[in-house]
């Protein structure tokens, strides 16, 4: 199964700070996705790469994946407190199965 | 809104019983996934249901079982349970125009005393 390591486990920034939070894994990504989570409430799906070096932006959020498709990176430009919450890695259980085996998350706190 | 609706949102129950977690797709998603989360094992995919069909399963016990009805509705039954069951327990639906996005809903906070 797909282990996924992400770093750090906690930030905390001041608002308007830019951030970067890792995702690393063991094995090749077939499919890499970033969901955020607000405390105690669901994940918010925010986008999927699957080609090596690819970058997608979802407002002030980037995510790259590397050319190797065994590392991400998520970053964050002008941090706000609208950011904070839990971001979660998740790689495909299997080569287009599309179930996400997601990472410990990175907790992200924004003060104003 | 997601559009994914779990009920009930809160649980409180003893070991030994038996609970059923209900969940309502988006309208029109096909896919039910139901995941465990929990401090210590994080987020676990538990089971993937496709128009009343299983299909995937992952960390889920042996006295856990879902289901999904023609009405395209899941339940997650969880018997014989364990302090070690409390957690809160996500259903996710997705369609197939956008594999890969998956809807969660709020989540059943499951305890266990």
């Known amino acids: 199964s797909q282990e996924l390591e992400q ?13 970067t939070i890792n995702c690393t894994s063991s094995k090749t990504l077939y499919g890499l996705y970033w969901y955020k989570q607000k405390y105690g409430e669901g994940l918010i799906f925010l986008m999927m790469l699957q080609k090596g070096g690819e970058e997608k932006s979802h407002e002030k959020i ?5 050319e190797k498709k065994q590392q991400s990176s998520l970053h964050i430009t002008a941090s706000q407190p609208s950011h904070a919450g839990i971001y979660l890695c998740g790689a495909d259980r299997s080569g287009g199965s599309y179930i996400p085996t997601f990472g410990r998350g990175t907790s992200l706190i924004v003060h104003p | 809104d997601s559009g994914v609706t779990q009920t009930p949102k809160h649980l409180i129950t003893a ?14 998603d096909l896919s039910v996934y139901w995941y465990q989360q929990s401090l210590d094992q994080g987020l676990q995919f538990l089971i993937q249901y ?14 856990f ?7 395209l509705h899941s339940e997650l039954n969880l018997s014989s349970l364990e302090l070690g069951d409390s957690a ?8 197939w125009t956008r594999p890969g996005e ?6 059943s906070r499951l305890t266990v005393l």
């Open chain 2, 88 to 95: 809160l327990y996500f259903c996710a639906s997705s369609g």
């Open chain 2, 15 to 28: 070991t030994g019983q038996r609970v059923t977690l209900r969940c309502s797709p988006r309208s029109g």
């Open chain 2, 65 to 71: 079982s879902a289901q999904q009805f023609p009405d």
């Open chain 2, 50 to 63: 496709y128009n009343g069909e299983e299909r995937a399963k992952g960390n889920i016990l042996e006295r």
């Open chain 1, 62 to 66: 980037t995510a790259k994946l590397d």
């Open chain 2, 102 to 107: 998956l809807f969660f809903g709020e989540g």
């Open chain 1, 7 to 19: 770093s750090p486990q906690s930030l905390i920034v001041q608002e308007g700070k830019n951030l």
